[in-house]
Nanobody, 124 residues
Framework: VQLQASGGGLVQAGGTLSLHCAASERTSGVTMAWFRQAPGKEREFVAAMWRNTGRTYYSDSVTGRFTITRDNSKNTVYLQMNSLKPEDTADYFC???????????????????WGQGTLVTVSS
């Protein structure tokens, strides 16, 4: 599956952004996730929607502020980001994994398809 991420931008702390990840095919049978990478830091897990069940998972740092959703009719996965903080500043990537193991789906190395990054900058 080919992925294309969009929606990043500059926002003030406390603001909101919605990231979009358009896929070239249906994603209902694929685990979809968002990761982010700040300059000089490792890529880190943000949120995921498990294949088939649609159950969602979040990192501790974004729980309660970010929401991952999927629109199967548009083959698109979204990341709604509320109450943004300066520490959320990073390149955000969407990723797909058909064979992720549940115990390691937070590990970016499990994902075989990646969209290009979309930059999110949160000013204080």
């Amino acid at each position: 599956v080919q992925l294309q991420a969009s929606g990043g931008g500059l926002v003030q702390a406390g603001g909101t952004l919605s990231l979009h990840c358009a896929a070239s095919e249906r994603t209902s049978g694929v685990t979809m996730a968002w990761f982010r990478q700040a300059p000089g830091k490792e890529r880190e897990f943000v949120a995921a929607m498990w294949r088939n069940t649609g159950r969602t998972y979040y990192s501790d740092s974004v729980t309660g502020r970010f929401t991952i959703t999927r629109d199967n009719s548009k083959n698109t996965v979204y990341l709604q980001m509320n109450s943004l903080k300066p520490e959320d500043t990073a390149d955000y990537f969407c990723a797909a994994c058909r064979t992720c193991i549940f115990s390691s789906f937070r590990d970016w190395r499990q994902y075989y398809e990646w969209g290009q990054g979309t930059l999110v900058t949160v000013s204080s």
